[in-house]
């Protein structure tokens, strides 16, 4: 079988609204490697979009989904529940960075979780209205489209969109956006376009993923805290991306000095199966009433079998100081980088979610042409890697935690060569 057999068979089959990123396709994966089906071999740093934080087929989740799948793989926990989904909630509900009794609920993606969290900060405030940020992504159904700060591709054409929801800026010292200009914004919003009063939650990834990996400031964090409390408004953040080691702590959050009402978690919660949670204050969570909250797949045994392996891998193998110690050697790499490369405009980093961002030396303008070279020098030499960005021109990293120490030199030295090219 060839890769380009079957990008005609894609093409044939499937809608081209499902952007396609590689032209090869997979044949197997272990740990941080991809092998495609005409053999060739390549360093994984996408994970599958964050996803694989314990890399590719980690045994003990593989395990763990065996034992799941010889007991019974659906029930509808909302028709006959069971304990593995109880366990999860109960550790999580100890790991989150919520204040007091916290209780969680499991959904199936990134997006339905996000949902769910507007549905239960609109239940408990009895509030209508919605702030979020430029370049922030939530995800690609209507009320998450309506949440997410980036036209192209995620809105072209499919408004119009859910309204009371209102865009503020997002801090970026790069672009010269101040937290304080964020928090002036979030004031012109009040003063022209809905009461305070009227606003059920503001709605905030940590770390932007789409967006750039845009770190929030510590004081953002604070004033934004601040400003909930006095306008009684739910703080959630938006952890899909960040969580599980990712940032060098279990969730971005454990990095500030206060804590969000609500959280939402997805993609490396489950490593590579789809499980997504909500976790809250017990009185915001209980808001809504008995089958308010649920989905078929909400909570699939094995992806909850897998949820509870992953956190124990996370745990036994240190994976958050081992993602503080990756992300401190890759940061040191871009910075020698750097001074031959004039177009790195930034390097931006929170443990191993760590971003290069690329600006036309000549212009000073966003370049997504070089950050679209440097990905293709990469994957000539068998290194895969994203992009994002409001602009397109944002190079993010996001390797397997468990990724071998020779694997990650010699991904080091491909990024290296692609760089100086």
Same mark, same amino acid.
């Given at each position: 079988?060839?890769?380009?057999?079957?990008?005609?068979?894609?093409?044939?089959?499937?809608?081209?609204?499902?952007?396609?990123?590689?032209?090869?396709?997979?044949?197997?994966?272990?740990?941080? +490697?991809?092998?495609?089906?005409? =053999?060739? @071999?390549?360093?994984?740093? $996408?994970?599958? %979009? #964050?996803?694989?934080? /314990? &890399?590719?087929?980690?045994?003990?989740?593989?395990?763990?989904?065996?034992?799941?799948?010889?007991?019974?793989?659906?029930?509808?926990?909302?028709?006959?529940?069971?304990?593995?989904?109880?366990?999860?909630?109960?550790?999580?509900?100890?790991?989150?960075?919520?204040?007091?009794?916290?209780? +969680?609920?499991?959904?199936?993606? =990134?997006? @339905?979780?996000?949902?769910? $969290?507007?549905? %239960? #900060?609109?239940?408990? /405030? &009895?509030?209508?209205?919605?702030?979020?940020?430029?370049?922030?992504?939530?995800?690609?159904?209507?009320?998450?489209?309506?949440?997410?700060?980036?036209?192209?591709?995620?809105?072209?054409?499919?408004?119009?969109?859910?309204?009371?929801?209102?865009?503020?800026?997002?801090?970026?010292?790069?672009?010269?956006?101040?937290?304080?200009?964020?928090?002036?914004?979030?004031?012109?919003?009040?003063? #022209?376009?809905?009461?305070?009063?009227?606003?059920?939650?503001?709605?905030?990834?940590?770390?932007?993923?789409?967006?750039?990996?845009?770190?929030?400031?510590?004081?953002?964090?604070?004033?934004?805290?601040?400003?909930?409390?006095?306008?009684?408004?739910?703080?959630?953040?938006?952890?899909?991306?960040?969580?599980?080691?990712?940032?060098?702590?279990?969730?971005?959050?454990?990095?500030?000095?206060?804590?969000?009402?609500?959280?939402?978690?997805?993609?490396?919660?489950?490593?590579?199966?789809?499980?997504?949670?909500?976790?809250?204050?017990?009185?915001?969570?209980?808001?809504?009433?008995?089958?308010?909250?649920?989905?078929?797949?909400?909570?699939?045994?094995?992806?909850?079998?897998?949820?509870?392996?992953?956190?124990?891998?996370?745990?036994?193998?240190?994976?958050?100081?081992?993602?503080?110690?990756?992300?401190?050697?890759?940061?040191?790499?871009?910075?020698?980088?750097?001074?031959?490369?004039?177009?790195?405009?930034?390097?931006?980093?929170?443990?191993?979610?760590?971003?290069?961002?690329?600006?036309?030396?000549?212009?000073?303008?966003?370049?997504?042409?070089?950050?679209?070279?440097?990905?293709?020098?990469?994957?000539?030499?068998?290194?895969?890697?994203?992009?994002?960005?409001?602009?397109?021109?944002?190079?993010?990293?996001?390797?397997?935690?468990?990724?071998?120490?020779?694997?990650?030199?010699?991904?080091?030295?491909?990024?290296?060569?692609?760089?100086?090219?």
């Amino acid at each position: 079988m060839k890769n380009a057999e079957l990008n005609q068979r894609r093409q044939d089959a499937t809608p081209r609204g499902v952007g396609v990123m590689c032209g090869f396709y997979a044949e197997r994966a272990e740990n941080a +490697t991809l092998w495609d089906v005409e =053999g060739n @071999e390549v360093i994984d740093f $996408a994970s599958g %979009i #964050a996803v694989l934080n /314990t &890399g590719h087929r980690h045994p003990k989740v593989i395990a763990a989904i065996e034992k799941q799948l010889k007991a019974f793989t659906h029930t509808a926990y909302q028709i006959v529940p069971y304990e593995s989904y109880v366990s999860l909630a109960e550790r999580i509900n100890q790991c989150a960075p919520i204040e007091g009794p916290c209780k +969680t609920a499991f959904f199936t993606t =990134g997006a @339905e979780a996000v949902e769910n $969290a507007v549905k %239960i #900060a609109r239940a408990h /405030t &009895g509030r209508p209205g919605l702030i979020t940020f430029g370049g922030g992504f939530h995800g690609r159904t209507y009320m998450t489209m309506a949440l997410t700060g980036k036209v192209a591709p995620y809105k072209l054409g499919f408004g119009p969109f859910p309204g009371s929801v209102f865009h503020g800026q997002y801090p970026n010292a790069l672009y010269g956006v101040t937290t304080e200009d964020a928090m002036n914004s979030l004031e012109r919003i009040f003063k #022209a376009d809905i009461d305070p009063k009227q606003v059920a939650a503001i709605v905030l990834e940590p770390v932007q993923g789409e967006g750039g990996f845009n770190v929030a400031p510590a004081e953002f964090m604070q004033a934004l805290r601040t400003l909930c409390d006095e306008h009684g408004i739910l703080l959630i953040a938006d952890e899909v991306q960040t969580g599980f080691a990712r940032t060098g702590k279990l969730f971005a959050m454990d990095h500030y000095n206060v804590k969000p009402d609500l959280i939402t978690m997805a993609k490396s919660l489950a490593g590579g199966m789809p499980l997504s949670a909500v976790a809250g204050r017990a009185e915001v969570m209980d808001a809504p009433a008995p089958g308010g909250l649920g989905g078929t797949y909400a909570g699939n045994p094995l992806a909850v079998a897998a949820a509870l392996a992953v956190l124990d891998v996370i745990e036994e193998e240190q994976l958050c100081q081992r993602s503080q110690r990756l992300g401190q050697h890759l940061v040191e790499v871009l910075q020698q980088a750097r001074q031959t490369s004039p177009a790195i405009a930034d390097i931006r980093a929170q443990g191993s979610m760590v971003a290069v961002e690329f600006n036309d030396p000549k212009t000073g303008k966003p370049s997504a042409e070089i950050t679209r070279q440097v990905q293709q020098k990469a994957l000539e030499e068998g290194l895969l890697l994203l992009s994002c960005g409001v602009n397109g021109n944002v190079i993010r990293f996001l390797y397997p935690l468990t990724i071998p120490e020779d694997q990650f030199t010699k991904a080091l030295g491909i990024l290296s060569r692609a760089l100086a090219q």
